[in-house]
């Protein structure tokens, strides 16, 4: 009795009892709507449709750009006073030396 209920079971869970369900890859043009939140509000939301494969473009572009922006970092604690001035772009030309000032 046993055995019977497990083959059973086996068949139920066998993958060619699985192929009349749907694959398990979405459709990469399937239109998904979302609400998106607008930059430089707290509460403002804006409804934006694409498709599955567009808004993992989009995904993707933003990783990307992350990355890209943390890897571009400067680490202000290990420079020197002059190269944090070029840097956040206040750089002055130091004085020539020699005594001799600007004419």
Not at 8 to 17: D, F, G, K, N, V
Not at 25 to 42: A, F, H, K, W, Y
Not at 47 to 60: H, K
């Amino acid at each position: 009795m046993k055995t019977l209920a497990f083959s059973i079971l086996a068949l139920i869970a066998s993958p060619a009892a699985a192929e009349g369900t749907p694959s398990s890859t979405p459709d990469p043009n399937e239109m998904i709507c979302r609400s998106v939140p607008q930059l430089g509000s707290r509460l403002a939301r804006e409804r934006r449709c694409a498709t599955r494969a567009q808004w993992a473009e989009d995904q993707r572009n933003s990783r990307i750009a992350t990355e890209n922006g943390q890897n571009q970092q400067v680490n202000p604690q290990l420079m020197t006073p002059g190269e944090r001035a070029a840097a956040a772009g206040r750089y002055l030309a130091a004085p020539g030396r020699g005594g001799a000032g600007p004419h």
